[in-house]
C-alpha cells in the first residue's frame, strides 16, 4: 500500500508558540491530503482538506486562522498550530488517497501536547 | 452528512475465540474502509470494501452496500489483534471519510 509519514511523532510546547506538523506522500503523488484530530477514546474527526496549490477547505468550527494549512508540493503538507493553548493537545493524524481506488492510508500521527 | 454505527462499542475475548464487529452507515458509499489503530495511535489499513467480500489471514470482511453494512470477521484471535476497529465511509455527495465512533477490543491470554 501507499506509504504517508509524519513529523514528528510527539512534541511538547509552551502555551503560546507554533507547533509545525510535516505530512509526506513517500511513493506517490498527492494533490489532496487530509487532516484529522482525534481526542482520547474518541473517533477520528476530520479538520480540513489540504489542496495543492490553494487554499485548504475547513470544517464547521475548526479556526482557519489556529490551524494553517500548507501543501506547497504535491507530496507535502503541513499543519501549523498557531499560538498553541493546552486545549490544543490532541492527536493529529493526515491521510491521502493512493492508488485509483481512493483508498485512503494515514500517517503515523503526532501527538501534541502545550503546556 | 453521512452517519456511521458500530457495534459492539466494547467486546473482550479471550485468546482463539472469534467475533464479528459490525457497521451500519446511513447512505450509499463509493468507499468503505475498515481500520486498526495500534496502542501507539496508528492507523492500520485493513480492508478496502465499498462492497463484496474479502479476507486476509485471520481477517475477513463483508460489505452489503444494498442493506447498508458491512461486517468485519476476527477468527482465533491473538493479543495482538487488540486495540480500536474503526469504520470509515466515504459517499460521492458527500466526499469525506467519516469515521464511526470505533470497537474496542481487547483480547485476553
Same mark, same amino acid.
Given at each position: 500500500?501507499?506509504?504517508?509519514?509524519?513529523?514528528?511523532?510527539?512534541?511538547?510546547?509552551?502555551?503560546?508558540?507554533?507547533?509545525?506538523?510535516?505530512?509526506?506522500?513517500?511513493?506517490?503523488?498527492?494533490?489532496?491530503?487530509?487532516?484529522?484530530?482525534?481526542?482520547?477514546?474518541?473517533?477520528?474527526?476530520?479538520?480540513?482538506?489540504?489542496?495543492?496549490?490553494?487554499?485548504?477547505?475547513?470544517?464547521?468550527?475548526?479556526?482557519?486562522?489556529?490551524?494553517?494549512?500548507?501543501?506547497?508540493?504535491?507530496?507535502?503538507?503541513?499543519?501549523?498550530?498557531?499560538?498553541?493553548?493546552?486545549?490544543?493537545?490532541?492527536?493529529?493524524?493526515?491521510?491521502?488517497?493512493?492508488?485509483?481506488?481512493?483508498?485512503?492510508?494515514?500517517?503515523?500521527?503526532?501527538?501534541?501536547?502545550?503546556? | 452528512?453521512?452517519?456511521?454505527?458500530?457495534?459492539?462499542?466494547? %467486546? $473482550?475475548?479471550?485468546?482463539?475465540?472469534? =467475533?464479528?464487529?459490525?457497521? !451500519?452507515?446511513?447512505? @450509499?458509499?463509493?468507499?468503505?474502509?475498515?481500520?486498526?489503530?495500534?496502542?501507539?495511535?496508528? %492507523? $492500520?489499513?485493513?480492508?478496502?470494501?465499498? =462492497?463484496?467480500?474479502?479476507? !486476509?489471514?485471520?481477517? @475477513?470482511?463483508?460489505?452489503?452496500?444494498?442493506?447498508?453494512?458491512?461486517?468485519?470477521?476476527?477468527?482465533?484471535?491473538?493479543?495482538?489483534?487488540?486495540?480500536?476497529?474503526?469504520?470509515?465511509?466515504?459517499?460521492?455527495?458527500?466526499?469525506?471519510?467519516?469515521?464511526?465512533?470505533?470497537?474496542?477490543?481487547?483480547?485476553?491470554?
Amino acid at each position: 500500500g501507499a506509504v504517508v509519514s509524519q513529523h514528528p511523532s510527539r512534541v511538547i510546547c509552551k502555551s503560546g508558540t507554533s507547533v509545525k506538523i510535516e505530512c509526506r506522500s513517500l511513493d506517490f503523488q498527492a494533490t489532496t491530503m487530509f487532516w484529522y484530530r482525534q481526542f482520547p477514546k474518541q473517533s477520528l474527526m476530520l479538520m480540513a482538506t489540504s489542496n495543492e496549490g490553494s487554499k485548504a477547505t475547513y470544517e464547521q468550527g475548526v479556526e482557519k486562522d489556529k490551524f494553517l494549512i500548507n501543501h506547497a508540493s504535491l507530496t507535502l503538507s503541513t499543519l501549523t498550530v498557531t499560538s498553541a493553548h493546552p486545549e490544543d493537545s490532541s492527536f493529529y493524524i493526515c491521510s491521502a488517497p493512493g492508488g485509483n481506488t481512493g483508498e485512503l492510508f494515514f500517517g503515523e500521527g503526532s501527538r501534541l501536547t502545550v503546556l | 452528512g453521512i452517519q456511521v454505527e458500530q457495534s459492539p462499542p466494547d %467486546l $473482550i475475548l479471550q485468546e482463539g475465540a472469534n =467475533s464479528t464487529l459490525r457497521c !451500519n452507515f446511513s447512505d @450509499s458509499v463509493n468507499n468503505l474502509q475498515w481500520f486498526h489503530q495500534n496502542p501507539w495511535g496508528q %492507523l $492500520i489499513n485493513l480492508f478496502y470494501i465499498p =462492497s463484496g467480500t474479502k479476507q !486476509n489471514g485471520r481477517l @475477513s470482511a463483508t460489505t452489503v452496500a444494498t442493506e447498508r453494512y458491512s461486517l468485519l470477521y476476527i477468527s482465533s484471535s491473538q493479543t495482538t489483534d487488540s486495540g480500536v476497529y474503526f469504520c470509515a465511509v466515504q459517499n460521492l455527495g458527500w466526499g469525506k471519510l467519516q469515521f464511526g465512533a470505533g470497537t474496542q477490543v481487547v483480547v485476553t491470554p
